[in-house]
Structure formats: C-alpha cells, structure tokens
C-alpha cells in the first residue's frame, strides 16, 4: 500500500501475511495494529482516532496508537507492528520482535490481581496457558 492511500485520521483493514493488521494515519504518521479489538475481537478498522488514540467502537476502549497500549483496565494492550516506508511504499512487520509473550501475560495477571479485576485474571492465566507456561509459574505471579 502506498502512503497516499492512507489519508489524515483514517483506518484501513489490510491483510500482511496472514494477519488482519488496522493502518492508521494520526498526525502524520503511519501506525499499524492488529485489526482485532484485545478486549471482545470487534474490527478495529471501524474505529475513529482522536490525538494519537485510536477508540474501538464496540465497548469504547481506548489504545496509544504508538505502542498499542490500553488505557482502560477491562482491555489488554493491542499488538502494534513497526512500520517501514520506502519510496512512498508502507511495509509492515507482523512478525513479533522476539519478545517472550509470557512476560507481557504475566504482568497482566499481575495487574488484575493488585486491582482484583477477574477478567484480567482470567484471560491472563488462559494466555499463560496457551503459550505453555507452566502452572508453578502462573502460580508465583500471585503469590508474589
């Protein structure tokens, strides 16, 4: 996809590699995110951006466009992708940088735990699980 395909304020759903990924354009830059809401799966790319924020229109939640970051507790952050431009031509990485996702999911249990938010809880320990974290480990995170 080309920049100018991407006008001020917009969302477009696009399809790299696999991965259904929401390209956004706020003040001037080009972002890109997974199109699936964290919080319920709702198409991101039917949501509205407003300084730097991009707002999910299903429950209202709210991610930093640059880091895919929530501001609201019932959310999980959505995974952001960097984005690379060569002559006018948008490129973006879906694959992740390597980080270990049980590092993000375990702090995220830690959060629900300190605010006693059981959907958190919940989502972080089926996330542990699926990533094949082992269950001592799950269980440390709250006895720590």
């Not at 477009?12 to 929401?22: D, K, L, P, R």
């Not at 319920?40 to 924020?53: A, K, V, W």
């Not at 229109?57 to 999980?76: I, K, N, V």
């Not at 060569?86 to 049980?102: F, K, L, M, R, S």
């Amino acid at each position: 996809m080309r920049v100018e395909d991407i006008p001020e304020g917009s969302i477009i759903a696009v399809n790299v590699e696999g991965h259904s990924v929401a390209l956004t354009c706020s003040e001037g830059q080009i972002r890109a995110v997974d199109n699936r809401c964290p919080h319920m799966g709702y198409p991101l790319s039917q949501g509205t951006i407003h300084n730097g924020i991009l707002i999910c229109h299903w429950h209202h939640a709210r991610f930093d466009l640059e880091s895919g970051c929530t501001f609201d507790p019932f959310a999980d952050d959505v995974q952001s992708y960097p984005v690379q431009i060569h002559d006018g031509q948008v490129y973006v990485n879906v694959h992740p940088n390597g980080d270990d996702p049980t590092v993000r999911w375990k702090r995220r249990l830690n959060e629900g735990l300190e605010q006693n938010i059981n959907l958190i809880i919940a989502k972080a320990v089926i996330a542990l699980r699926a990533y094949r974290a082992a269950a001592d480990d799950i269980v440390e995170v709250g006895a720590l």
